[in-house]
């Protein structure tokens, strides 16, 4: 019986710690996050937010999914509950809009509904190694952080990390950086499942 290759057989098992499925709606979101985890020597797998997630993390497991909670192609919760279900051993870690608080009820109920954790998506390079401890912590993977190569790669894509670091793209024009920075939005944003609020 011939058995099909995995997508992570080009990967050498010397070299790898972790396989990380990342899913992302903004595809400069999807490669930071890919630059990011492979600066710590783990296997990124990127996996378009429109694919049935569950099925592909089920038939290759990987050891956490990075997942953006925004594109409104699926129902953030249900997906956490069908993992939480099927796939228990998977945690999932919620992105949401960079440079967004996330509000302390929003994260417990996710964690609730089956999310090992929610953060929002990497903006400014002073911000990244934060949400990089957030994943590990959540993953429950041993420390340290390779800082030494996450600034390496940061620099790579044209970030410091300094307080006045520049943005990946998508630009954001100073006067809106400083307005946003002097104080967060409220909390108007609603979650989106086909055109329908998701509770």
Same mark, same amino acid.
């Given at each position: 019986?011939? /058995?099909?290759?995995?997508? #992570? ?6 070299? /790898? ?16 996050? +890919? ?5 710590? %020597? ?11 997630? *569950? ?18 192609? #699926?129902?953030?919760?249900? #997906?956490?509950?069908?993992? @939480? ?15 967004? %608080?996330?509000?302390?009820?929003? %994260? ?9 954790? *929610?953060?929002?998506?990497?903006? $400014? ?9 957030? *994943?590990? +912590? ?17 620099? !790579? ?5 300094? +307080?006045?670091?520049?943005? &990946? ?7 809106? @950086?400083?307005? !946003?920075?002097?104080? &967060? ?12 609020? /998701? $509770?």
């Amino acid at each position: 019986m011939q /058995v099909s290759p995995s997508p #992570f057989a080009h990967l050498s098992l010397l070299t /790898v710690t972790k396989t990380v499925l990342v899913a992302q709606g903004q595809p400069w979101q999807a490669q930071l996050w +890919k630059s990011v985890l492979e600066s710590q %020597r783990h296997a990124v797998v990127l996996v378009s937010p429109q694919a049935d997630l *569950v099925e592909v993390a089920a038939t290759h497991p990987p050891d956490l999914m990075v997942v953006d909670m925004t594109t409104g192609l #699926f129902n953030p919760y249900a #997906f956490c509950r069908e993992c @939480r279900s099927r796939l228990p051993d998977i945690p999932v870690i919620l992105t949401h809009h960079p440079r967004r %608080r996330i509000e302390p009820a929003e %994260r417990r109920w996710a964690i609730y509904q089956g999310a090992a954790e *929610v953060i929002p998506g990497l903006a $400014e390079a002073d911000d990244i190694l934060h949400s990089l401890e957030q *994943v590990y +912590k959540a993953a429950r993977w041993p420390f340290p952080i390779d800082t030494a190569a996450l600034h390496a790669v940061l620099e !790579q894509a044209g970030l410091r990390p300094e +307080k006045d670091s520049s943005l &990946p793209s998508p630009p954001v024009a100073p006067e809106e @950086r400083q307005e !946003q920075t002097a104080a &967060p939005p409220p909390a108007k944003y609603r979650l989106m499942y086909r055109g329908r609020p /998701v $509770e």
